[in-house]
T-cell receptor, first 119, second 113 residues
Framework: AQTVTQSQPEMSVQEAETVTLSCTYD???????LFWYKQPPSRQMILVIR??????QNATENRFSVNFQKAAKSFSLKISDSQLGDAAMYFC????????????????FGQGTILTVHP | DVKVTQSSRYLVKRTGEKVFLECVQD?????MFWYRQDPGLGLRLIYF???????EKGDIPEGYSVSREKKERFSLILESASTNQTSMYLC????????????FGPGTRLTVT
């Protein structure tokens, strides 16, 4: 079974600064997807960024980028130019690319990291 | 815009009651999921459905059942609510296959007293 670990329960950053959230995972599969989700106080889970394991290039979405190290099974999220609206719980998640068995596209989540942004 | 709605934002029930949590999606998604969110544990999958009337157990199905009679609606049932089922419940949906994004509802915070 796959596991996802976020070792930082809480992080804080000053507005306009850069912060990196860590995530490691364990899997025996070679083909999978990794995600970062954001959950603001409104509780609506929002997809921030996704990475396909077969792609060597790190995904980027505006101020959000990842550092995907497949051999090390590490998937960190970097937020540049942090804004007050970035304050939220961030979840790292894994999804197998296989269909069927115990998968069917389910997400396996880490424990979450609460990000505080100071003005 | 994809919309996933859940019947209640907050719910308070007594121990032993039968509880229904409803989820509706408007994007004709084949897959629907129920997750439970607890502090320090992240989200854990309870049940999922990949088609009408089809369901599979997730990682923590004990004490729960589900129903999917129509493609757009996926219900989570607590047959006899217990205090350890006090939690946040999140519904999600996606198109079939593993390449598609899951869209989440706003969550239901259930308290069992």
């Amino acid at each position: 079974a796959q596991t996802v670990t976020q070792s930082q329960p809480e992080m804080s950053v000053q507005e306009a600064e850069t912060v990196t959230l860590s995530c490691t995972y364990d899997t025996s599969e070679s083909d999978y997807y990794l995600f970062w989700y954001k959950q603001p106080p409104s509780r609506q889970m929002i997809l921030v960024i996704r990475q396909e394991a077969y792609k060597q290039q790190n995904a980027t979405e505006n101020r959000f980028s990842v550092n995907f190290q497949k051999a090390a099974k590490s998937f960190s999220l970097k937020i540049s130019d942090s804004q007050l609206g970035d304050a939220a719980m961030y979840f790292c998640a894994y999804r197998s690319a296989l269909w069927g068995g115990t998968s069917y596209g389910k997400l396996t989540f880490g424990q979450g990291t609460i990000l505080t942004v100071h003005p | 815009d994809v919309k996933v709605t859940q019947s209640s934002r907050y719910l308070v029930k007594r121990t032993g009651e039968k509880v229904f949590l409803e989820c509706v999606q408007d994007m004709d998604h084949e897959n629907m999921f129920w997750y439970r969110q607890d502090p320090g544990l992240g989200l854990r999958l309870i049940y999922f459905s990949y088609d009408v009337k089809m369901k599979e157990k997730g990682d923590i199905p004990e004490g729960y059942s589900v129903s999917r009679e129509k493609k757009e609606r996926f219900s989570l049932i607590l047959e006899s609510a217990s205090t350890n089922q006090t939690s946040m419940y999140l519904c999600a949906s996606s198109f079939g296959g593993t390449a598609y994004e899951q869209y989440f509802g706003p969550g239901t915070r259930l308290t069992v007293t």
